[in-house]
């Protein structure tokens, strides 16, 4: 009896249809998560990486698969770049021999940790294009609070805050921050482990070692960076130094610095350091950033050979990370960055006006500022400030601003008449009539000053 040969195409395929027995096996649509394993994703992914310096247990909180290794790491690799040793933070500081340290804000850029507004001293007439990461979180605290309306002459309005700043017996020149771990945290861990094991026991292997290859590589790095400190420092100001009172931002937010010098110079020139006490930190880096990159590739490669079940599988690993990544960068890190702010400046009294033009608001600035004598600062320095803020070069604006510096260096109230603004240098009547109004202006801030003194 003759018996026909079996195609070898029939008999894998009959193979493959016995020992294949996951779910979803025989589906003929494959999902395309290569885009989704490396690119999506990055930014929420290294603010979850880079702030795991501050929570306790922080060396456990990573251990999860996570979108966007491709761009952590390549942010990693110019992280690399940037360690410098203790000496060049604080070189009176006496730290170990090995201790090094990493700008935060090369992971940080998109949270506003890099640079903050540009700051000009009254007292002192320091002059300072930028500062620091806290100088831009006290900006943004400023600008997300309302104010009191100032009535006037309107044109564009101006924001200006009063920042009354208590002096900090907990301030130190190099702190390190501790925040309780967040509960959430378990979720993605648990969801990325329930994926991996589920793959493997149906036997797809490829996803299986893709999601484990994730967890290890972020985990890996979660380590890495939970082993340093997140420091702050500033230096100690000299003895003798004048008032560090000064107005930080530009154009129409503008912030008003009272307080002791050494408060006001940790916001204009305190820096955030990670802290490491290795040596080999600059080494480490790089590998994370090349088992990063490593990770990406290969699941680019290799999650699309894997069957729908292990697409899945997949997906939902990254999708509970991607998740909860965006819930703490919505919640979570703004407590964090809210403890922050209050162990270097505690709880400073924030008074916001927003006034109708941009004449009062500085008029107000320099009202604000006064000490008890009511002398804000020599006129060379209040001129300096004035000009830095207004227009100058233009007879009326130079005379107005001769005029006000005047009576605020003399101490006298800011009200004016005819003979002021027919001034006979202004034989122009238009530029009397500006003078009157910018004069009218003044008035207004000083009023404004008066009833909130």
């Known amino acids: 009896m003759y018996i026909p040969e079996i195609p070898e195409t029939v008999q894998l395929q009959d193979r493959s249809f016995a020992t294949d027995s996951s779910p979803l096996s025989n ?22 990486v880079a702030l795991a310096q501050i929570y306790n247990k922080r060396k456990w909180l990573g251990w999860y698969n996570t979108p966007g290794s491709y761009i952590m790491g390549k942010r990693f690799q110019r992280l690399a770049r940037s360690v410098i040793s203790d000496s060049h933070v604080d070189p009176g500081s006496g730290a170990s021999f090995g201790t090094v340290h990493i700008d935060p804000a090369l992971l940080l850029q998109h949270d506003g940790w890099s640079k903050g507004p540009a700051f000009k001293g009254i007292y002192s007439g320091t002059s300072m294009p930028e500062t620091g990461a806290l100088a831009s979180f006290l900006m943004k605290k ?9 009535e006037g002459r309107k044109t564009q309005p101006v924001n200006v805050t009063i920042v009354e700043l208590e002096p900090n017996p907990n301030l130190q020149s190099q702190m390190r921050f501790h925040h309780s771990s967040p509960t959430l945290a378990i979720i993605p861990i648990a969801v990325s482990l329930a994926t991996c094991a589920i793959c493997g026991l149906y036997g797809e292997w ?3 070692s893709m999601i484990l290859l994730g967890i290890l590589a972020r985990g890996l790095t979660c380590a890495f960076m939970g082993s340093g400190n997140l420091v702050f420092h500033h230096p100690k100001p000299a003895d003798g130094s004048p008032p560090g009172d000064g107005i930080l931002g530009c154009d129409h937010e503008l912030v008003l610095l009272k307080g002791h010098e050494k408060v006001v110079n940790a916001i204009t020139r305190g820096r955030f350091f990670f802290s490491f006490q290795s040596k080999y930190a ?18 680019l ?55 109708p033009n941009r004449s009062s608001a500085i008029v107000s600035l320099l009202l604000f500022s006064s000490d008890k ?9 209040l001129k300096k400030i004035m000009d830095g803020f207004l227009p100058s070069g233009a007879l009326v604006w130079e005379i107005w601003k001769g005029i006000i510096i005047e009576h605020l260096t003399n101490g006298r109230p800011l009200h004016f008449d ?19 109004t910018l004069l009218k202006d003044a008035e207004m801030a000083s009023t404004a000053f008066s009833s909130n003194e």
């Not at 589906?27 to 979850?48: H, K, P, R």
């Not at 880096?285 to 490593?294: G, H, K, N, P, T």
């Not at 005819?418 to 009157?436: A, G, K, V, Y």
């Open 27 to 48: 589906a003929t649509f494959m999902l395309n998560t290569m885009g989704v394993s490396g690119l999506m994703g990055g930014d929420e992914a290294i603010s979850t």
């Open 142 to 150: 400023c600008i997300r609070m309302p104010g009191s309306k100032v």
């Open 206 to 208: 490829y996803a299986f």
């Open 282 to 299: 600059c080494r480490i880096v790089e590998m994370c950033s090349f088992l990063l990159i490593a990770q990406a590739i290969a699941q």
């Open 301 to 355: 490669i290799c999650v699309p050979q894997s069957n729908l079940f292990g697409q899945l599988m997949f997906v939902i690993s990254i999708a509970a990370s991607w998740a909860y990544n965006l819930w703490f960068l919505s919640h979570d890190k703004v407590g964090v960055r809210e403890e922050i702010f209050r162990s270097v400046l505690g709880s400073p009294k924030l008074n916001k006006f927003v006034f």
């Open 373 to 381: 004598e009511g002398l804000p600062g020599d006129p060379k320095k």
């Open 418 to 436: 005819e003979t002021h603004w027919n001034h006979p240098d202004l034989p122009s009547q238009t530029d009397r009539l500006l003078l009157q």
